[in-house]
């Protein structure tokens, strides 16, 4: 498992921090942990991959800072006709779709397949890629929020990511 820190600043776009996000690669697996402002180009830089290359994305909760980097992904999937998988909670598929629709960039919607996790109290599986697992369960914060963990299958290695 290998962890690759694309963003760790706040609400405040600062370009020494970026806005969150983080992408774990299991394997030849790679999930991407919330997707701020700006991931899109430090993903690219910092990788040198593209949204073929991505399994699946994972979007804690709806505030700003965690996905307003959607769009952008959407474009770029849109543009090498590929669909991206995101996992959210209910509210913040639905806030995703308006997202899309309020930057005018509805019609790139299709090319997100996303998928509403249904979290409790209880950890949950929400998620089974080839070769790892995505647990969640409710987090504390102003907002209905997911803590998200991550699971090598082979190793039993884990990240867990609170999003705030």
Known sequence: MRLTFLGVGGWVSSPWLNMASILVTVGNKRILLDVGEGIYRQYRKCTGLDVGDLDLVVLSHGHGDHVLGIPSFALMAGSQNRRLRVIAMDYVVRDIRRLMRDVHLEKYTR??????????????????????????????????????????????????????
């Open 111 to 164: 090319f997100l397949r996303l998928i509403s996790a249904s979290v409790g109290d209880e950890p949950r599986i929400i998620y089974e890629g080839n070769g790892y697992q995505v647990w969640a369960s409710m987090a504390a914060h102003s907002i209905p929020s997911m803590a998200i963990k991550v699971m090598e299958n082979s190793t039993g290695q884990c990240i867990v990511y609170s999003g705030d």
